[in-house]
């Protein structure tokens, strides 16, 4: 089992930066996948950024060129860097880690960190 922790959302105005912590622990040596989700009011839970553990990184259209996840493999975090933000990246943004040991899968959450841009 792998225990994520997300850190650094908060409220800001359209046009700034945030930067996104997710904190892993436990079976951390299972994790595959690490990666970005959101929600917003009434809309489905959307990928944002994933980054492999060949450091394969992917986008979503809408984040491209102004996110980008990077992690720090020594301190078990990766991070989410947003520049330029706009009214419509509002969400609740979760961590996910996709774990493999054997032949078992499994598919971690945090507890989510909101993240407000004004306009």
């Known amino acids: 089992q792998v225990q994520l922790v997300e850190s650094g959302g908060g409220l800001v105005q359209a046009g700034e930066s945030l930067r996104l912590s997710c904190a892993a622990s436990?079976?951390?040596?299972?994790?595959?996948?690490i990666g970005w989700y959101r929600q917003a009011p009434g809309k489905q839970r959307e990928l944002v950024a994933a980054i492999s553990n060949g450091g394969t990184t992917n986008y979503a259209d809408s984040v491209k060129g102004r996110f980008t996840i990077s992690r720090d493999n020594a301190k078990n975090t990766v991070y989410l860097q947003m520049n330029s933000l706009k009214p419509e990246d509002t969400a609740v943004y979760y961590c996910n880690a996709e774990t493999t040991i054997g032949s078992n899968y499994a598919s971690s959450w945090g507890q989510g960190t909101q993240v407000t841009v004004s306009s």
């Open positions: 436990g079976s951390t040596f299972s994790i595959t996948v």
